[in-house]
């Protein structure tokens, strides 16, 4: 099956500084990628999609200049939580469809970066 | 009202019991349906995927789709200690690319 490798799985920085978070798709070429959120004990939340080759589309109340996003590959998409805060701290997960072009076919999900911001 | 609602529970079993995990939608015009199951920190894994009506049945798991009172339940039998997770229901809207998310059922298996 569609497997979705996200790293690093735990990052603790200090308030102020940035953090990286990638997305890759192992066996399989993911046009779109989509960045969640949870907090916990709540359900996911849709942070943004992100599309090879152009600019990602950003949920209502997303700061887009907070979350920076980059989709440079097939394979490929970053997260950066830029001048991240303690309220930024949460569990960030990100996902593609196994089958492109298929809006209704499952999304596959990484296992998650806890970020913690101190 | 939300696109799906689902009972946060907590919801606590024995080992060997059936459970029963349920979730409704306000749209019916959705189609297809996916149950998740999550882990303690870990990303959420596809469990079942379900198509219109009727029932699907993939070993001990068991997903069920009423279409008529837009319902959706997932059953698990001889529910084990490593069934132990929180359950997502989860419906891809129409046209778009996002799936709506139930809340999630935070399951707990005692042995």
């Known amino acids: 099956g569609a497997v979705v490798s996200q790293h690093p799985s735990w990052v603790i920085c200090k308030s102020g500084t940035s953090v990286k978070i990638e997305c890759r798709s192992l066996?399989?070429?993911?046009?779109?990628m989509f960045w969640y959120r949870q907090f916990p004990k709540q359900s996911l939340m849709l942070m943004a999609t992100?599309?090879?080759?152009?600019?990602?589309?950003?949920e209502q109340g997303v700061e887009k200049d907070k979350f920076l996003i980059n989709h440079a590959s097939l394979t490929l998409s970053t997260l950066t939580v830029t001048s991240a805060h303690p309220e930024d701290s949460s569990f960030y997960i990100c996902?593609?469809?196994?089958?492109?072009?298929?809006?209704?076919?499952?999304?596959?999900f990484g296992n998650g970066t806890r970020l913690t911001v101190t | 009202q939300k696109e799906v609602e689902q009972d946060p529970g907590p919801l606590s079993v024995p080992e060997g019991a059936i459970v029963s995990l349920n979730c409704t939608y306000s749209?019916?015009?959705?189609?297809?349906f996916m149950w998740y199951r999550q882990y303690s920190r870990k990303g959420p894994e596809l469990l079942m995927y379900?198509?219109?009506?009727g029932n699907k049945e993939d070993g001990r798991f068991t997903a069920q789709v009423d279409k008529s009172s837009k319902y959706i339940s997932l059953f698990i039998r001889d529910s084990q200690p490593s069934d132990s997770a929180t359950y997502l229901c989860?419906?891809?809207?129409?046209?778009?690319?996002?799936?709506?998310f139930g809340t999630g059922t935070r399951l707990t298996v005692i042995p």
């Open positions: 996902s593609a469809r196994g089958s492109p072009g298929q809006n209704n076919s499952p999304l596959h």
């Open positions: 066996d399989f070429q993911a046009t779109t």
């Open positions: 992100s599309n090879e080759g152009s600019k990602a589309t950003y």
């Open positions: 749209n019916s015009a959705f189609q297809y």
């Open positions: 379900t198509y219109s009506s």
């Open positions: 989860a419906i891809p809207l129409t046209g778009a690319n996002n799936l709506f």
